[in-house]
């Protein structure tokens, strides 16, 4: 690793250090809005006013077998042993895909329990809606903290067993039952069968707010008000006796399971993985720092795939190393008997460090520097002399040498050679 490329590194590392700094020092963790009746989560993981976690806790509590469904609804098919889906009016509403698994669902059995004001649900060519407020009624809060409305039984029944009214809220829908328009008869319905009766349960004077469809085997129960199963209503009137008959009603045969769907409150199951990691530092500045990181990666990324200056060469890399190289040669050497140019090759990197260590041109007499050289080094000049001589005339071509000669010419080279520092 070069200079340069070393420097980029520890400014990157830098960078990010100093982002995940900044991330931690200034990151305030935001303080939960005030929810509102249009806008709140209303979730078994909410213990707020309008979630429903007292209602989960309720039913586990009475022995009724209960769980949070935090999968689409086509995993329904798969779970045999889920006998009521409770729905309460999520911010995202189901589609046509989870609807049609739904009605499937619901057609072999299953109990499908909504709290809902505002989404229609369509029943081959019928169509359940909700409609206008309830009328107004008179106060029936059992703690004063809330306006709550009395809604009676209309239909005796299992499910208003011990019930005598339930609290709604003054933002309570009635439920109505229309034709679907003649432009959307043509349309694929969310469930293809038509429903086999609907029968109004409860409501206030003579507007139902309570009612059920038998939709196949199975059936779909419409209250116009979530608030009879939020946390602060859970409490109003008979709202929780009722909700526990209702899914003793349908579990009371096969001991099934209830559960809450939380898939369309945001609630959703990720099997671990990356998705699951990320949920799991929710409200942290985790999250913040590992798309800082990968918003740095791509950036270096990109900067590394283009080139900002002028095109460079590769690089050529040898096809042989040095030992090959220096056997090659003196193969060639030999089979021409130049033994002249391996002398040469040896002597010019010779002549030149000894130049250098006197401080003498390399154009100096040979006497002169053979007598620096002897001064410098302590020794005897004749020494220097011989051999450097003798390595002139040959190159010049006034002598010439033997293989004999020629090694040990070459050894007291590398003898003197070594006498000159690196």
Known sequence: MNRQTLTNSLLVVLVVVLLLGINLLFYVKPEPDAETDEYADRSTHSSRPYGTLGAYLF?????????????????????????????????????????RALAEWVGRGGTFVMFERSWPLRLGRQQLL??????????????????????????????????????????????MLQPV?????????????????CVPLAGVQDTPAVAEVRYGAGRIIYVGDPFVIA????????????????VRLATRDNAGQVVFDDYHH???????????????????????????????????????????????????????????????M????????????????LYR?????????????????????????????????SEWRAVTERCQAVIEGRATIGDAELLRLAQRLRALDARLPP
């Open 59 to 99: 039913l586990q509590e009475s022995g009724v077998r209960v769980s949070r469904w935090e999968q689409d609804y086509r995993a329904l098919a798969d779970r045999q042993d889920v006998r009521v889906v409770i729905f309460v009016e999520p911010r995202t509403k189901p589609r046509t895909r989870q609807l």
């Open 130 to 175: 909700p409609g206008s407020y309830l009328p107004p009624e008179g106060p029936g809060s059992a703690f004063g903290q809330v306006p709550v409305q009395r809604a009676v039984p209309w239909q005796p029944g299992g499910a208003f067993q011990g019930v005598s009214w339930l609290g709604i809220s003054p933002k309570a829908t009635t439920v």
């Open 181 to 197: 328009p003649i432009s959307k008869i043509e349309d694929e319905p969310s469930f293809p069968l038509q429903m086999t009766a």
């Open 231 to 246: 946390n602060q209503g859970l409490a109003e009137g008979d709202n929780a006796r009722f909700l526990l008959n209702l």
């Open 266 to 328: 945001g609630y959703r199951a990720t099997n671990g993985g990356l998705l699951g990691l990320l949920g799991y530092f929710r409200g942290t500045p985790i999250p913040w720092m590992v798309w800082h990181i990968v918003a740095l990666g791509l950036l270096a990324a990109y900067t590394l795939g283009r080139r900002f200056g002028r095109p460079v060469r590769l690089p050529v890399k040898p096809r042989t190393n040095a030992l090959e190289f220096v056997t090659a």
């Open 330 to 345: 003196a193969r060639i050497q030999k089979a021409a008997a130049a033994r002249d140019l391996a002398i040469e090759n």
């Open 349 to 381: 990197r010779f002549h030149r460090r000894l130049c250098h260590y006197t401080g003498l041109p390399t154009t100096a007499p040979l006497k002169e520097l053979c007598l620096a050289a002897s001064e410098r080094s302590g020794h005897p000049m």
